[in-house]
């Protein structure tokens, strides 16, 4: 069994008045704590319609804050990746979620776990921001792979070592003198296979933890970054947690199960969840009320905030110019909203998704088929007119290249059979509607005709696509027998990236 990581991580809030705190017997045995939870953050800056960034989220604690000193901001994962910023360098050295830390560390972030994205990024990169990072980290089921096997990731500051605890316990104390030990303990899904990561099973783990936390505090919140259903099972086997404040959904959850609260907001700080923790030390008893908070103009962005998150779109701005993009330039002026939402993108093709095949199409004409995974798309929002560059950019933040390649019928049906199977994750698959599913023949058809096994089908999809590394499609790829012919037409814009060809079919196509 592994070591637990000693309570390096007390954090305590006194009160400004904490000398005066009486010790006359009004201790009423009831504190109040505050968590404002925001989770799937990927943009620093307000979004289009001017909701979210992360300087009204350090504006929305502060509201809070001063009201209840006991606050605490917390970030349920998923904000290092993926990003416009990851394409882009600045002193030298990809950017790779530098600038949401930083906008963290001011915002007044207090503690964060890992959600599948933050290992998207290289194991240097993440040990870098985790080293940048002044907010507290928890991570109780994950763990990086080292030579001398599995140990807690770590963080340096100050020439100091210090491992990611397993679970963090945080002292509160009131104006009457009640003090309560609140425990927090972190679970993420074992979805990102990164090398160095290692995770332990989130259910058991939790349960574990939980055990050998109740006896010393007098609540256990669990934050998460997993799937609703896998919430619902980690309330239903530990109905004792004070809440789960979760993530990876992207759009809000709200439930009750066996009384304890799921929280989840909306992705990129649209929304906020704001949940206050009763804790009765005398009837031994939580309370929990939690509300949704919408981060629109309503909210002032916090000034100390907004001068990091200037700071990078201004860095990024400049890098979009060095690689061909205005982003400020709008491309798109009138026309419908393009539905960018995850949950719409990943089971159905969209107003956006079909213009990005067309797109595609257009940038590579002689394809007979064109294919794109829904994951490639992950801006989970609606893109409201007038479109910009940057909207282009942060609709693909992964950029790529379209790829074209001959395929036989085979394999291409293997591969449209897959995408339906992937409805509802990344893996799944956007065509041209000259490709159709034929319900009564139970056959692919392109252009009305049944699609044959032996039959070369010219084909153009991204280059993300044919590596082989989406989710149960890893046999797309160049060593596959059913790949005929790979064309060499990458290095030429629009299709050395993906993005560019979508501004271009704007172009040719405004309005
Ligand atoms: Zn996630």
């Known amino acids: 069994m592994r070591k637990i990581i000693p309570l390096s991580f007390i954090f305590l809030m006194i009160l400004a008045s904490a000398c005066s705190v009486t010790r006359n017997g009004q201790d009423d045995g009831r504190i109040e704590l505050v968590l404002v939870q925001v989770n799937d953050v990927y943009e620093i800056a307000p979004l289009s319609g001017n909701v979210g960034g992360m300087a009204r989220v350090a504006s929305l604690k502060k509201q809070y804050q001063q009201k209840n000193p006991n606050t605490l901001l917390i970030m349920a994962g998923d904000f290092l990746s993926p990003s416009v910023y990851n394409s882009l360098s600045y002193e030298g050295k ?92 972190s679970i993420t899904l074992p979805f990102n296979k990164a090398a160095y990561v ?46 789960i404040a979760g993530g990876h959904e992207h759009d809000m959850r709200f439930e009750t199960i066996n009384g304890v609260k799921i929280t989840k907001a909306h992705a990129n700080a649209r929304t906020a969840y704001v949940i206050t923790l009763e804790i009765n030390k005398r009837k031994n008893s939580i309370n929990s009320k939690a509300h949704l908070v919408y981060l629109n103009e309503s909210i002032p962005l916090d000034s100390a905030t907004n001068v990091a998150v200037e700071k990078w779109t201004n860095i990024a701005d400049a890098s979009f110019k060095n690689i061909g993009f205005d982003s400020k330039k709008i491309v798109l002026v009138k026309g419908e909203p393009l539905d960018g939402r995850e949950a719409e993108i990943r089971s159905r093709p969209t107003n956006l998704t079909k213009q990005i095949i067309l797109a595609m199409q257009e940038a590579a004409p002689k394809a007979e088929v064109v294919l794109l995974n829904a994951g490639s798309i992950r801006v989970d929002d609606i893109i409201a007119m007038p479109v910009t560059q940057y909207d282009i950019i942060r609709a693909m933040p992964f950029g790529g290249g379209i790829q074209e390649v001959d395929m036989k019928g085979k394999l291409l049906k293997q591969i449209l059979d897959q995408g339906e199977k992937n409805k509802g994750i990344g893996g799944y698959l956007l065509y041209n509607e000259q490709v159709k599913f034929d319900n009564q023949k139970n056959e692919w058809t392109l252009k009305s005709a049944p699609i044959q096994d032996e039959m070369v089908y010219r084909i153009a999809l991204s280059d993300f696509l044919f590596s082989g590394l989406e989710a149960n499609l890893e046999f797309l790829n160049k060593q596959n027998p059913g790949i005929i012919k790979t064309y060499d037409v990458q290095s030429s814009c629009p299709l050395s990236d993906i993005r560019h060809a979508i501004i271009k079919y704007f172009e040719n196509h405004p309005g």
């Not at 109740?214 to 919140?221: E, L």
């Open 198 to 243: 290692i995770y332990t099973d989130p259910l058991s783990t939790a349960k574990k933890m939980y055990a050998q936390l109740k006896d010393s505090v007098d609540a256990v919140v669990a934050i998460t970054h997993q799937f609703m259903e896998d919430d619902r099972i980690l309330a239903n086997n530990l109905p004792q947690l004070a809440l």
């Open 94 to 185: 990809p950017i790779r979620g530098r600038q949401m830390v930083e906008a963290m560390n001011v915002a007044g972030m207090d503690l964060a776990i890992f959600g599948n994205h933050e290992f998207d990024i290289k194991e240097s990169e993440l040990q870098s921001r985790l080293n940048e990072s002044i907010f507290n980290w928890v991570s109780t089921n994950t763990f990086q792979q080292t030579s001398e096997g599995a140990q807690p990731f770590k963080k340096t500051a100050n020439g100091k070592e210090q491992p990611i605890p397993e679970y963090i316990i945080h002292t509160l104390r009131d104006a009457d003198g009640t003090v309560a030990r609140v425990g927090f303990i």
